[in-house]
């Protein structure tokens, strides 16, 4: 057998030209998504207003298979990528385990984070379709950072609504995108009439992830030229994130290794959707049969306590209406330090998926994820992002299961991205403030009302 490096690096030949389109080998389809005007399912028309063509057509394309990556998107890829394999020698040693673990580093890229994946294909559509700006929102500010840098490369300007409270605590992820020349703007804002509408009712809001997309949304279809872009649970962000998978594969190849469980957080989908991608086609091809494994926080359990239903991917109810697992779009969820996974709803596919039995789900206390995070940054010496740990937890709990059970298990998991920007986080578990939230039935039951009823169907 070969020896097995720290780091696996592909060359740049290596890397894949093409995208994989997961739905292309799905036995059955993710439902239609519905146009809330009409009230029926959507057509790739419906949605240029908002997105730009190309990728209302990826949005809508559930045949073509590989999907050729264009050119200038493959150059911007290689400014940091291909992504390293990493063998947890360490963490292996540490823990006393059979099990061999591999993960997928995804942080080694200013934005911190696997998301640049797809705003590099985002923007360069845009650019490409000859629109003349972007706005999108941020949260946490990891999206606002990836797609920033990717609308500068491409010499796009981009607005960028970041929830108010996010700007105000998150001062150096602001002064990053303005490193990029975004445009950022603390939502609720006056640039906007829903901005102006929430502001006279409540002036001192300090915002939320609903009213930014509402904010993004409205100004980009009030603005010639211009349209909005999503970083998460969409299909097309799905298809941009398959990068990590096709990579990991074809290192795994190199290495003469397979994984038996893959490991991923879940926010809205799309790291854990991109590193799965050509196993979950081995699986429904019949060809391999890894266990699949996301993991969410118990804060905001999407999978493991959500309903399968038709859900707006937004809170303010102005976005197509997908089936996934959701808590409902009027769902808040407690403060968590891993802002990237406080999402209501979950990628339609994985849901599918999930719903089909293709995949499971586990949902982790945050306490538990920083001692994860903490044993893995000593060990290992990369200092995760939160979201990023939900993986690892589960990652080492498998392992820990190995050592009980004796079996030399092959585990992968993706680590998405560095938790420099989360340090407030760190700083709450190591004083002992950190406290763990995990709503009640009838807590989950206010989102669950807010589901909209669409005639005939729900
Ligand atoms: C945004 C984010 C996530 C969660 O988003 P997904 O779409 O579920 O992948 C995970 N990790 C990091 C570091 C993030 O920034």
Aim: glycine share 8%.
């Amino acid at each position: 057998m070969t020896k097995i490096p720290h780091r696996l690096y592909l060359t740049e030949d290596q890397m894949p030209k093409q995208w994989y389109n997961l739905r292309a080998d799905m036995k059955e389809q993710p439902d239609p998504i519905i146009n809330p005007a009409t009230m029926r399912p959507a057509v790739e028309e419906d949605l240029y207003p908002v997105f730009c063509k190309k990728l209302a057509h990826q949005e809508m394309d559930a045949q073509t298979r590989f999907v050729d990556i264009p050119e200038p998107v493959q150059e911007m890829y290689k400014i940091y990528r291909p992504s390293p394999l990493i063998r947890a020698y360490e963490l292996e040693r540490a823990l006393d385990t059979p099990a061999r673990i591999y993960y997928k580093f995804e942080g080694n890229n200013t934005s911190g984070s696997h998301k640049l994946n797809s705003a590099i294909a985002q923007a360069y559509y845009a650019k490409e379709q000859g629109l003349t700006s972007l706005t999108t929102e941020t949260g946490a500010g990891q999206w606002g950072t990836a797609l920033s840098e990717a609308c500068c490369y491409f010499d796009i300007p981009l607005t960028v609504y970041m929830v108010k409270v996010s700007y105000e605590q998150k001062p150096f992820r602001k002064s990053v995108m303005h490193t990029f020349d975004a445009n950022v703007i603390a939502s609720p804002s006056e640039t906007t009439e829903v901005g102006r509408r929430i502001l006279a009712e409540n002036p001192k809001t300090t915002g939320s992830l609903g009213c930014a997309i509402s904010e993004a949304v409205e100004k980009a279809v009030t603005t010639k030229g211009c349209r909005y872009v999503l970083g998460s649970v969409l299909n097309q962000v799905l298809l941009h994130q398959s990068i990590i998978g096709l990579e990991s594969q074809t290192a795994m190849e190199i290495l003469g290794e397979y994984p038996d469980i893959i490991i991923g957080c879940a926010g809205g989908g799309s790291n854990l959707g991109g590193l799965i991608a050509p196993f979950m086609r081995d699986k429904l091809t019949g060809k391999a049969n890894p266990r699949i494994i996301a993991v969410e926080p118990a804060s905001c359990p999407s999978f493991t306590r959500g309903k399968y239903a038709y859900d707006f991917c937004d809170t303010g109810k102005i976005t197509p209406m997908a089936r996934m697992y959701t808590l409902g779009c009027g769902f808040i969820p407690s403060a968590n330090h891993a802002g990237g996974l406080r999402y209501h709803g979950m990628s339609p596919i994985l849901s599918k998926l999930y719903h089909d039995g293709y995949m499971e789900a586990v949902s982790v206390e945050q306490t538990s994820v920083f001692e994860a995070a903490t044993y893995f940054a000593k060990h290992e010496t990369i200092l995760p992002a939160p979201e990023s740990a939900h993986a690892i937890r589960a990652a080492i709990d498998e392992a820990l299961k190995c050592k009980e059970s004796g079996e030399s298990k092959t585990i992968l998991f993706g680590l998405t991205g560095t938790g420099y920007f989360d340090m407030t986080a760190y700083a709450s578990y190591q004083e002992g403030h950190m406290q763990d939230y995990i709503p009640t039935d009838e807590e989950l039951q206010k989102g669950f009302d807010s589901l909209p009823h669409i005639p005939d169907i729900q």
